[in-house]
């Protein structure tokens, strides 16, 4: 049989009794003779190209290539991970691994180099630095290698050991290290502390296997040191299980609450989960930080806090991302990451913001359409919306970020620089106090004019490009040219100005990328908390008490009951 034949040279024997349950399960004869004619098609269109093309092909990469085109087509996060891949796949949803624990990237020599040195982690307790290039690794040279050939070297089982040959920028020689790798176990709670003698602080970044512990370990302590408040910082969190923040929200409600339901198109997946444990704290005044980036658990996380008015979100509109993934197994020890669920906070609603169901001719895909998006109530009867991420009950409008301090930070010219700071300062002051004085600052702005490769745009400038060839098609440009002429010489990049217009800003960024390299990522956190301004924002309300309880109980407008705004 055609069938059968097929399916074996897809994917095994084994497969076929699978899929026939899974075409038996649709209960419709001509959805079962679609299916059965294009697997066929496939079938005979592969045979065909292997058989006589008129070059040397790839199966793997064709059918990869097949496959992840038959996904894409659905959502971009439906994927399927082959068996190399499923180690990255597992730091994912555990952040554990085995290796030395740290970042790498490209540098702008042919070797790769640490970006990040994790805390107390192998390569921190070997004294590397970021940074530093790696010249060889396990007796072979590393030039031109790529960061996922280097990448595959340093990881490993835990207890062997890597060996390398590192270059240190100010070092004249090479020196080896040979580092014992372990289970490197990457802590979601990125800092926690105190932000005034109340209210309590945690930068919270992904929802990795065991994480709401470690936010139930920070809350624990906080409390011992007064805290009566917190802020849930969860900007740029892209989520992660599922599991993980029914179990955060039942830290702050009740027993039995519903936190959301899933519902797909196989009843198995329609589930409602509910708050399994006595919680820890149902009194304590909370206020949730999001952000555009923020998505998924995280926003499960915000929008049943929300919806059960248990706390006040601030921030901006989080990033809509209401489908909910199973892992399935198929041969071969690969694995296919499917959507089988929309959830659907407690009031109801799928924050779901784009329509993957409809697309336009070319493929394209766009937001829920307004004529769709329906209003629901929070537990206490505020207004909200379902159709586009959670809406904060507080906005705080961000400033733009400057093209030069884009740039600077796209060009590694930032992190350049820590490195070379580093390299010329052997301490520096605490985070919470440590600041770049003039003469540092001047020091950046000559290794910035430096750099023969460092190159920006002026916004402005390319608009003023525009503008003139507007006007040379309207026939304005010849006799206004004096006026253009003007124009471009006040918005032409101007790098010696530029940087001083920007200097608080890229200030910040320079001090956050040195503190990085001498009190890693907690470091750079607290010294940030200074001039937040949505940390401010978030402290302003919830020192507020008339202004917050006003927020839960509707009596003072909230953003989240604007229809589709922010």
């Known amino acids: 049989m055609k069938l059968k034949k097929a399916i074996y040279a897809i994917g095994g024997v084994a497969c076929a ?9 649709f209960g419709n004869d001509k959805r079962n003779f679609e299916v059965i004619k294009n697997l066929d098609i496939f079938y005979s269109v592969f045979k065909e190209i292997n058989t006589y093309y008129v070059d040397q092909t790839d199966p793997k990469k064709l059918v990869r290539k097949a496959v992840d085109e038959m996904l894409g087509s659905l959502d971009p996060y439906t994927n399927y991970i082959p068996e190399e891949e499923m180690d990255d796949f597992r730091f994912m949803t555990t ?13 702008d020599t042919c070797y790769v180099m640490f970006r990040e040195i ?15 290039y790696i010249v060889e690794i396990n007796g072979k040279s590393a030039k031109g290698m790529k960061v996922s050939d280097v ?16 270059w240190r920028p100010g070092v004249s020689k090479w020196f080896d290290k040979s580092i014992k790798r372990e289970k490197v176990q990457i802590n979601p709670v990125a800092y926690y502390g105190m932000l005034d003698n109340e209210t309590g602080y945690i930068d919270f970044n992904n929802f990795t296997a065991g994480c709401s512990g470690e936010i139930l370990k920070s809350l624990n302590d906080l409390k011992s040191k007064g805290a009566k408040k917190l802020v849930l ?14 179990k955060i929200v039942n830290l702050f409600v009740p027993k039995g609450s519903e936190v959301l339901s899933t519902r797909g198109k196989i009843s198995m997946y329609d589930k409602t989960y509910k708050a399994p444990s006595n919680p820890v704290d149902t009194e304590i005044p909370i206020v949730v930080l999001l952000s555009r980036r923020s998505a998924s658990a995280a926003e499960i996380v915000a929008g049943a806090l929300q919806d059960l008015d248990r706390a006040v979100i601030v921030g901006q509109r989080s990033f809509g991302k209401g489908l909910v993934q199973s892992t399935r197994e198929v041969e071969y020890n690969g694995a296919l990451k499917l959507t089988t669920a929309k959830y ?13 169901t409809h697309r336009d001719k070319d493929g394209a895909v766009g937001l829920v359409a307004d004529s769709l998006i329906s209003e629901f109530k929070t537990k206490g ?43 010329n300062h052997e301490t520096i002051a605490s985070a919470e106090t440590f600041a770049l004085t003039d003469g540092d600052y001047a020091d950046f702005c000559k290794f910035v004019s430096e750099q023969p490769k460092f190159t920006y745009k002026s916004e402005s400038n390319e608009e003023l490009k525009k503008l003139v060839k507007a006007a040379q098609r309207d026939k304005y440009y010849d006799g206004n040219k004096q006026l253009f002429d003007e124009m471009q010489k006040v918005l032409e990049p101007n790098l010696e100005k530029d940087l001083k217009v920007a200097r608080e800003e890229v200030q910040e960024m320079i001090e956050a990328e040195i503190l990085v390299s001498y009190y890693y990522h907690r470091g750079a956190a607290k010294h940030a908390l200074k001039s937040d301004i949505e940390v401010k924002k978030a402290l302003e309300t919830i020192n507020d008490e008339a202004t917050y309880r006003g927020l839960l109980d509707g009596s003072v407008a909230s953003h989240a009951g604007d229809k589709r705004t922010l």
Request: aromatic fraction near 8%.
């Open 17 to 25: 009794g699978a899929l026939c349950v899974t075409l038996t399960s």
């Open 95 to 107: 952040g554990e691994y085995g290796g030395v624990g740290s970042i790498i990237s490209m540098s």
């Open 233 to 246: 910082d969860m900007r740029d969190n892209p989520g992660g299980l599922l599991d993980e923040a029914i």
């Open 151 to 166: 990448s595959d070297n340093l990881r490993g089982e835990a207890g062997t050991e890597a060996k390398l040959k590192v």
């Open 118 to 132: 994790y805390e107390g982690k192998p390569a921190d307790r070997a004294g590397l630095r970021n940074g530093d």
């Open 381 to 423: 009867g505020r207004k909200v919306y379902d159709g586009g991420g959670v809406s904060p009950d507080v906005h705080v409008t961000l400033p733009e970020v400057s093209n030069i301090a884009y740039a600077l930070v796209a060009n590694d010219v930032i992190f350049r620089y820590a490195v070379k700071y580093r390299m």
């Open 344 to 356: 659907y906070i407690p009031s109801g609603r799928c924050i779901q913001a784009i329509d993957y």
